[in-house]
């Protein structure tokens, strides 16, 4: 009941028409740089972060919320009609939202698509109200030992889920912890490795770190690939779904939440995991198995519907514990830091009108979502039609002016130009961007909660597992990194499950 009336409350100051002007600027924005090709909702959030400095915070995360969901019906978009996902979590509607398209049912995919982000949307936010203060106040009593536990699982799943090796997850993560050094040590005041420049003392600001991984090292990769004739997308007419595309989506929609919402709550990588799991679960159990890989509109519906609520359980550690689970989660944490926030256990008694008016504003955003983008797809499409030469060398204009103005400083564009050329290096060989960017915004605090937990037991390494619940985080952490070898000795172990190869996804 308390965290029914805290969302009334919420309500009241996301339907201002200030915040509602917000939400709606930022479920357009969001979706606009969204359906570009090769953008998804971490390079549009990063991009647009500089544009909010002059928000009050309110307003701010409400235009945040707005650009998450918009970004993510975005990258479908551009998935369904181009086959060129923006990101992890819209590839799986490729795989049989482009085959639609092409058999002239973009529309129907379309709206698949957004029914799916609206249906799944909705149903995880309304989890998060629930579950979201319960959690808060389990991690009130959660301690230092706890939290770096909590933090080694991070980053432990992150590595093991994402990219082609775990050894490059983990390669990317130790260049996120290495750029996370840098300034001064918070309990001795020492300089590490800033080589004896003041500016650096301060360390590296996190916007900096993602703007430069994501959109200066997209930017720079696709310049180094960029075709001479970009493909001609495919006309989309008016979004409708007839009585027997709704008969077949409506079930795969209300399945989507039951598997994402979950995975997006624990560290496990986000959205591209329970975006499988349900196109699977989808092709078992419908009625129309020789359809998939044709152009199945269940194969569309429910990963799109999980992809959604996946979203709103990375909220729920993001905003009780402070643990980005996503890229996306990252640099909300980074602009919540920007504010002078810190997203916890006390955040919802701290911050109760901000983080109630977020939550409301979300159910605000998807219903502006739906309203808005199903008339305009066809307008979407046409930005397609920009030539990628002009596309991209406007976002390394617009990264490089929000750089400069996180601190007014010329070595931030240095800075932001060597980050960049290390996020072009890490797609050359295959290193995936998110734990790198999860070990920058993390890796300090990993380190600080260590620190504590080793001063409260006097140097003890003992002092990292004495509580319950962190011996609990780490029998699952021995579990996720003994997993492959215990899938060897399995029966049937070591087969291939069938995931789509991201390899073969256009850029």
Same mark, same amino acid.
């Given at each position: 009941?308390?965290?029914?009336?805290?969302?009334?409350?919420?309500?009241?100051?996301?339907?201002?028409? !200030?915040?509602?002007?917000?939400?709606?600027?930022?479920?357009?924005?969001?979706?606009?740089?969204?359906?570009?090709?090769? +953008?998804?909702?971490?390079?549009?959030?990063?991009?647009?972060?500089?544009?909010?400095?002059?928000?009050?915070?309110?307003?701010?995360?409400?235009?945040?919320?707005?650009?998450?969901?918009?970004?993510?019906?975005?990258?479908?978009?551009?998935? +369904?009609?181009?086959?060129?996902?923006?990101?992890?979590?819209?590839?799986?509607?490729?795989?049989?939202?482009?085959?639609?398209?092409?058999?002239?049912?973009?529309?129907?995919?379309?709206?698949?698509?957004?029914?799916?982000?609206?249906?799944?949307?909705?149903?995880?936010?309304?989890?998060?109200?629930?579950?979201?203060?319960?959690?808060?106040?389990?991690?009130?009593?959660?301690?230092?030992?706890?939290?770096?536990?909590?933090?080694?699982?991070?980053? !432990?799943?992150?590595?093991?889920?994402?990219?082609?090796?775990?050894?490059?997850?983990?390669?990317?993560?130790?260049?996120?912890?290495?750029?996370?050094?840098?300034?001064?040590?918070?309990?001795?005041?020492?300089?590490?490795?800033?080589?004896? =420049?003041?500016?650096?003392?301060?360390? !590296?600001?996190?916007?900096?770190?993602?703007?430069?991984?994501?959109? +200066?090292?997209?930017?720079?990769?696709?310049?180094?690939?960029?075709?001479?004739?970009?493909?001609?997308?495919?006309?989309?007419?008016?979004?409708?779904?007839?009585?027997?595309?709704?008969?077949?989506?409506?079930?795969?929609?209300?399945?989507?939440?039951?598997?994402?919402?979950?995975?997006?709550?624990?560290?496990?990588?986000?959205?591209?995991?329970?975006?499988?799991?349900?196109?699977?679960?989808?092709?078992?159990? =419908?009625?129309?198995?020789?359809?998939?890989?044709?152009?199945?509109?269940?194969?569309?519906?429910?990963?799109?519907?999980?992809?959604?609520? #996946?979203?709103?359980?990375?909220?729920?550690?993001?905003?009780?514990?402070?643990l980005p689970t996503t890229a996306v989660a990252a640099v909300m944490l980074a602009a919540?830091?920007?504010?002078?926030?810190?997203?916890?256990?006390?955040?919802?008694?701290?911050? =109760?009108?901000?983080?109630?008016?977020?939550?409301?504003?979300?159910?605000?955003?998807?219903?502006?979502?739906?309203?808005?983008?199903?008339?305009?797809?066809?307008?979407?499409?046409?930005?397609?039609?920009?030539?990628?030469?002009?596309?991209?060398?406007?976002?390394?204009?617009?990264?490089?002016?929000?750089?400069?103005?996180?601190?007014?400083?010329?070595?931030?564009?240095? +800075?932001?130009?060597?980050?960049?050329?290390?996020?072009?290096?890490?797609?050359?060989?295959?290193?995936?961007?998110?734990?790198?960017?999860?070990?920058?915004?993390?890796?300090?605090?990993?380190?600080?909660?260590?620190?504590?937990?080793?001063?409260?037991?006097?140097? #003890?390494?003992?002092?990292?597992?004495?509580?319950?619940? =962190?011996?609990?985080?780490?029998?699952?952490?021995?579990?996720?990194?003994?997993?492959?070898?215990?899938?060897?000795?399995?029966?049937?172990?070591?087969?291939?499950?069938?995931?789509?190869?991201?390899?073969?996804?256009?850029?």
């Amino acid at each position: 009941m308390d965290s029914l009336n805290s969302l009334i409350d919420g309500f009241g100051t996301a339907l201002t028409p !200030i915040n509602l002007l917000w939400a709606a600027i930022g479920v357009l924005l969001g979706t606009a740089i969204g359906v570009l090709p090769g +953008i998804g909702p971490a390079m549009a959030v990063a991009l647009l972060l500089p544009v909010t400095y002059g928000l009050e915070p309110t307003g701010a995360f409400i235009m945040f919320a707005g650009i998450y969901y918009g970004a993510m019906f975005g990258g479908s978009t551009t998935s +369904i009609l181009l086959n060129t996902p923006g990101e992890s979590a819209a590839v799986v509607a490729a795989i049989e939202g482009n085959p639609m398209a092409k058999a002239g049912r973009g529309a129907q995919a379309l709206a698949a698509a957004a029914g799916g982000h609206f249906v799944g949307g909705m149903i995880g936010t309304i989890l998060l109200v629930l579950l979201a203060p319960t959690v808060a106040s389990f991690a009130v009593d959660i301690g230092a030992p706890d939290y770096f536990a909590i933090m080694v699982l991070a980053f !432990i799943a992150v590595t093991s889920v994402l990219g082609s090796s775990r050894i490059r997850g983990l390669a990317s993560l130790l260049i996120g912890l290495t750029i996370g050094l840098v300034g001064l040590d918070q309990m001795t005041g020492q300089q590490r490795l800033t080589f004896g =420049s003041l500016q650096l003392a301060d360390g !590296i600001d996190v916007v900096i770190v993602a703007v430069g991984l994501f959109a +200066i090292g997209e930017a720079l990769w696709v310049a180094a690939h960029l075709r001479r004739s970009p493909g001609a997308p495919v006309p989309v007419g008016r979004p409708w779904l007839g009585k027997d595309d709704i008969r077949r989506t409506w079930k795969p929609w209300l399945r989507g939440p039951v598997i994402g919402f979950p995975f997006g709550a624990i560290p496990a990588g986000g959205a591209e995991i329970p975006t499988f799991l349900s196109y699977v679960t989808e092709k078992r159990l =419908s009625k129309h198995k020789k359809e998939f890989g044709k152009g199945a509109i269940e194969g569309v519906a429910g990963p799109e519907s999980a992809a959604s609520a #996946s979203a709103a359980g990375t909220l729920v550690s993001m905003l009780t514990l402070g643990l980005p689970t996503t890229a996306v989660a990252a640099v909300m944490l980074a602009a919540f830091q920007q504010y002078g926030i810190q997203p916890g256990p006390l955040l919802f008694e701290r911050e =109760s009108e901000l983080v109630w008016g977020l939550i409301a504003s979300l159910f605000v955003g998807m219903v502006l979502l739906l309203a808005l983008n199903l008339p305009l797809a066809p307008v979407w499409v046409k930005l397609l039609r920009i030539p990628r030469a002009y596309l991209y060398a406007g976002i390394l204009f617009f990264a490089a002016v929000g750089a400069y103005a996180v601190g007014g400083e010329a070595l931030d564009l240095v +800075i932001l130009l060597i980050i960049g050329l290390i996020g072009f290096g890490m797609r050359r060989y295959g290193l995936p961007v998110l734990p790198a960017v999860i070990g920058v915004i993390l890796g300090p605090a990993a380190e600080q909660q260590m620190r504590r937990a080793l001063q409260i037991s006097d140097g #003890s390494v003992t002092g990292l597992v004495n509580t319950p619940f =962190s011996v609990t985080v780490y029998a699952v952490v021995v579990l996720i990194i003994c997993w492959p070898l215990v899938r060897k000795v399995l029966p049937g172990g070591g087969k291939e499950t069938g995931t789509p190869d991201k390899t073969e996804v256009s850029v």
